[in-house]
């Protein structure tokens, strides 16, 4: 609704300042053409001076009547640009009006508008970019959720919703429910990972598995692949917890410190770094509370992949380097290495 | 410690050391690296005294990549890794091994750093003249020459004709846990074929003008004949 007075406005006021043009076009040329009596009044008329017009008239009688005839022209064309001034003005108040009912609808920013130094702050366009950066976000926030809500990277069962069922069981029947969890790889028994880690031992004899437990009953497994890598693994029964990856030469023991492992410290070299990160995709993508051991087996398959790491080229542009990198990535599914930025 | 190759790079006729090293540093700038610093391999060479039979030239290599070691390398292949102490050590041994100050060479240069890779751009020299450019590309994350020839290869082909093979020390040793000391060693080969080729170059230019100065080029040469007959 706005919109529409706001046009009609603007072309009213369009037409009206395009007829003042015209209008005074003919005034001047009236005032050019029409005084030819001496130079005196030619000057005069070039200047447009209405009241010193008035005063040239008053020679003879045939200038006189022409000059009434000057002077009625004139006034026409006067009280015409007088009218069509009054449309114009109307209509500038008209938009006036609009233009406030727009300031409405935009809230403050809309005085940013009306800045003076508008060209020089550039408080009005990072605004607008801001405006966009939100609505992106937002964008990219209901996408995100929707594919999160679709594949439930969430390792425990205790939600909110069991949550809330609990609330309600202890006051309907005043006494509290023991909750119980459900049996998921967490709690298994020290004897019972230490058999399945010799299990894997047997299966991947180029991977030598060390168990350790400075951790209490919680094992972390130190493997060694080949001559390529070293990897630490925080088991919590048989859940994988934590993956660091490092270069064959570095070391997870902390100097000074008997049966300290560190799990923190990064690898100083990009490609290990990548790998850590990879590997721990992986323990996502694998993760299966209750099949445990075979979640671990296929993550250790996985893991052993790596053997190639540095001889391997990528699958898909078959160049053994992108961004200086071997490609550090393996497909789950078929163990095939590729870059990070060719992965199918 | 990762697994490093040294290069010579050819000079192409009509051009300065200084303009090729300099075209090598801006490609890789264009490439990405950064500058960490810079670096310096030198050599001294040490001649048996006459109780010593048959005669030795021992070579004494410092790398500022292992600042506080010495590596001494006899010429029937013998590398021994010391502290930098061994150096005034030498000195009291003047008897046995006496140096000779004109045949003292260096690598020296900047340090790059690209993603993994460790490349150096060394200009090799005797004393105060140029004799050519070594590269030396380190490949920090593994530490099994074959594993990640293939690798460097394809990283070296970015900006210097890739070789085709391996230095001729390293083939040896593609499967073994690659050490200090075969960087060493692959520097005190190329020190050795650069002494050659100036040797030759000398004896040449100078054998039918002046009798006295081929007889103070043989010695050098000898010593670079000896060394391929150990390996």
Redesign the interface.
């Known amino acids: 609704m706005a919109d529409t007075i706001n046009t009609e406005a603007i072309s009213g006021g369009l037409k009206a300042v395009k007829i003042i043009r015209c209008l005074v076009r003919d005034l001047f040329e009236l005032l050019s053409d029409g005084t030819n009596f001496n130079s005196s009044s030619l000057s005069n008329s070039e200047n447009g001076c209405i009241s010193s017009l008035n005063a040239v008239g008053g020679g003879n009688a045939v200038a006189e009547s022409k000059e009434d005839q000057f002077v009625s022209n004139l006034q026409t064309i006067i009280a015409s640009l007088n009218s069509r001034i009054r449309e114009l003005e109307s209509s500038c108040t008209l938009l006036a009006h609009s233009s406030s009912q727009i300031s409405l609808n935009l809230g403050n920013s809309a005085l940013l508008g009306q800045d003076p130094a508008f060209e020089r702050s550039l408080i009005y366009s990072s605004m607008i970019t801001s405006y966009r950066w939100c609505d992106k976000m937002l964008e990219y926030a209901t996408h995100a959720n929707t594919i999160l809500s679709q594949n439930s990277l969430k390792r425990s069962h205790f939600n909110s919703l069991t949550n809330a069922t609990l609330a309600m069981n202890r006051s309907q029947f005043g006494q509290p429910v023991i909750y119980r969890r459900k049996t998921m790889g967490h709690n298994y028994s020290a004897p019972q990972v230490d058999t399945l880690c010799h299990l894997f031992q047997r299966h991947f004899p180029d991977m030598t598995l060390e168990i350790v437990r400075p951790f209490g009953a919680n094992a972390v497994l130190k493997i060694t692949l080949e001559?390529?890598l070293k990897a630490v693994i925080v088991l919590r029964g048989f859940i994988i917890e934590w993956i660091m990856v490092k270069?064959?030469?570095e070391e997870f023991e902390v100097e000074n410190k008997y049966n300290h492992i560190d799990i923190w410290s990064e690898?100083?070299?990009?490609?290990?770094r990548k790998v850590t990160n990879h590997a721990n995709a992986a323990m996502l993508h694998f993760y299966s509370p209750l099949h445990p051991d075979l979640a671990v087996r296929s993550f250790f398959q996985w893991l052993h992949s790596y053997s190639s790491?540095?001889?391997k080229?990528c699958r898909k542009c078959e160049?053994?380097?992108q961004?200086?990198?071997?490609p550090t990535w393996r497909d789950v599914r078929n163990l095939e290495a590729y870059h990070e930025l060719c992965r199918p | 410690m990762g697994v490093v190759s040294v290069h010579q790079y050819p000079i192409p006729e009509g051009k300065s050391g200084q303009q090729v090293i300099d075209h090598l540093v801006k490609c890789l700038e264009t490439l990405g690296a950064t500058k960490t610093g810079t670096f310096c391999v030198d050599c001294e060479t040490y001649y048996s005294g006459p109780n010593i039979n048959p005669s030795r030239v021992l070579n004494i290599i410092h790398n500022s990549e292992h600042p506080a070691s010495c590596f001494a390398l006899l010429d029937t292949g013998t590398c021994l890794v010391c502290d930098t102490n061994f150096d005034q050590l030498m000195l009291t041994m003047s008897g046995l091994y006496h140096s000779k100050k004109s045949t003292k060479m260096e690598s020296k240069g900047t340090r790059f750093q690209l993603g993994d890779f460790i490349v150096k751009v060394g200009s090799v020299s005797i004393g105060p003249s140029f004799r050519g450019i070594l590269i030396e590309v380190e490949y920090g994350p593994c530490v099994i020459p074959n594993y990640c020839w293939d690798l460097m290869k394809e990283f070296m082909g970015g900006f210097m004709s890739s070789p085709r093979d391996p230095h001729q020390y390293l083939q040896g040793k593609m499967n073994d846990i690659f050490t200090p000391i075969d960087t060493i060693q692959q520097y005190n080969d190329h020190f050795n074929s650069i002494r050659k080729s100036t040797a030759a170059a000398t004896s040449t230019a100078s054998t039918p003008t002046h009798q006295s100065s081929s007889g103070r080029s043989t010695p050098s040469a000898g010593i670079a004949q000896s060394i391929p007959t150990k390996q």
């Open positions: 001559r390529v270069a064959y030469h690898s100083r070299y990009e490609v290990f790491l540095f001889s080229p160049c053994r380097l961004d200086n990198l071997p």
